[in-house]
């Protein structure tokens, strides 16, 4: 079974993990993947740096996954994209590498309006090629 699990760190993103590695250790090959928003020119020079610490902020929560397969010394491999739109990466990536499952937090940290919380969640289980879990 192949399986991706996306997070950005957030608590139920982590316990996607962890479901994720109990699946590793049945034999699933799991890779982890993290989207890191693109801000590209929507922001003025003020904010110059702003990219690089989304991208910061993305790559610590991939390694952060990527340390408690580690610890279990199961191999998992990661991914970390640029996205306007994360689930638009998650649903690319489940496609073209023919995953069999999609293992996700119901809510992320993007630290949107509440009417928008779970807006990624719920974009990748009604597009999704593959079966979606989603932790909470």
Same mark, same amino acid.
């Given at each position: 079974? +192949?399986?991706?699990?996306?997070?950005? *760190? #957030?608590?139920?993103?982590? +316990? %996607?993990?962890?479901?994720?590695?109990?699946?590793?250790?049945?034999?699933?090959?799991?890779?982890?993947? #993290?989207?890191?928003?693109? %801000?590209?020119?929507?922001?003025?020079?003020?904010?110059?740096?702003?990219?690089?610490?989304?991208?910061?902020?993305?790559?610590?929560?991939?390694?952060?996954?990527?340390?408690?397969?580690?610890?279990?010394?199961?191999?998992?491999?990661?991914?970390?994209?640029?996205?306007?739109?994360?689930?638009?990466?998650?649903?690319?990536?489940?496609?073209?590498?023919?995953?069999?499952?999609?293992?996700? *937090? #119901?809510?992320?940290?993007? *630290?949107?309006?509440? %009417?928008?919380? *779970?807006?990624?969640?719920?974009?990748?289980?009604?597009?999704?090629?593959?079966?979606?879990?989603?932790?909470?």
């Amino acid at each position: 079974m +192949k399986v991706l699990v996306a997070t950005d *760190g #957030s608590e139920p993103s982590i +316990k %996607a993990v962890q479901r994720a590695l109990e699946l590793a250790e049945q034999g699933a090959e799991v890779t982890i993947m #993290s989207v890191a928003y693109f %801000a590209g020119d929507q922001f003025d020079a003020t904010f110059y740096d702003i990219q690089e610490k989304l991208e910061k902020d993305a790559r610590a929560a991939l390694n952060q996954a990527k340390a408690m397969f580690d610890a279990k010394n199961i191999h998992a491999e990661t991914v970390l994209e640029l996205g306007l739109v994360p689930a638009n990466n998650i649903i690319r990536r489940a496609t073209e590498g023919k995953f069999d499952r999609v293992i996700m *937090g #119901s809510t992320g940290k993007s *630290g949107l309006t509440l %009417a928008l919380i *779970g807006s990624t969640a719920s974009k990748v289980v009604t597009n999704a090629p593959c079966e979606v879990t989603i932790v909470r």
